[in-house]
């Protein structure tokens, strides 16, 4: 008998509580203080060397227009961004491919359509047209190497040794100089 009666307290309880909550309304606030818009994150400009196609000086600045690059590959189209690029290698005629080497040593070839680039020089700001573009490096001291293939040629960076000695190379100057050229250091390994 005892369960009854405290079954019932519990029933009355528990619908008296909903009719409270029902007869309640929500009443909205208004925020005390306000909010900033969202601000873009500064992007820091990319130091860049631009090698011109027909030309043999290169430009060596910022490059001031960091949007995402798009490449149009034979597996879809990939975007990029450019502070994950290396090098570029501009395709020199219709039937080529434009390379691009990833700093994580990754080769992507597809088709770019950069119209033309901006960079910002010691001596001011420089437009090239996209058509004049031979290489765009984000590293200094890097060039292209070519390797025959059966499928065709296909291309990686590589980086010029250091000018200044190590301390190994300072141990070899005192053995007998050859006239053999130094090779430079591949940055890129192809299989």
Do not use: Y
Not at 86 to 105: K, S, W
Not at 126 to 143: A, H, K, P, Y
């Amino acid at each position: 008998m005892f369960h009854r009666f405290l079954i019932g307290c519990a029933i009355a309880l528990f619908s008296s509580s909903i009719s409270i909550a029902q007869d309640l309304q929500p009443i909205a606030e208004p925020e005390s203080r306000l909010r900033a818009p969202d601000a873009k994150p500064q992007v820091q400009p990319l130091p860049v060397v631009v090698e011109l196609l027909d030309d043999v000086r290169d430009l060596n600045g910022s490059l001031l227009d960091t949007n995402d690059l798009e490449v149009k590959t034979a597996f879809g189209i990939a975007k990029m961004p450019l502070t994950e690029v290396l090098g570029i290698r501009m395709a020199r005629d219709e039937t080529e491919l434009t390379t691009i080497v990833l700093h994580n040593g990754d080769i992507i070839t597809g088709k770019v359509d950069i119209q033309n680039l901006l960079v910002q020089t010691s001596w001011g700001k420089s437009e090239v047209n996209g058509n004049n573009l031979g290489s765009i490096f984000f590293d200094e001291g890097l060039s292209w190497k070519g390797l025959k293939l059966l499928a065709g040629e296909k291309w990686t960076l590589e980086k010029a040794e250091e000018l200044a000695p190590s301390p190994t190379a300072q141990a070899s100057a005192a053995a007998p100089k050859t006239n053999a050229p130094r090779a430079a250091q591949s940055v890129l390994v192809s299989p």
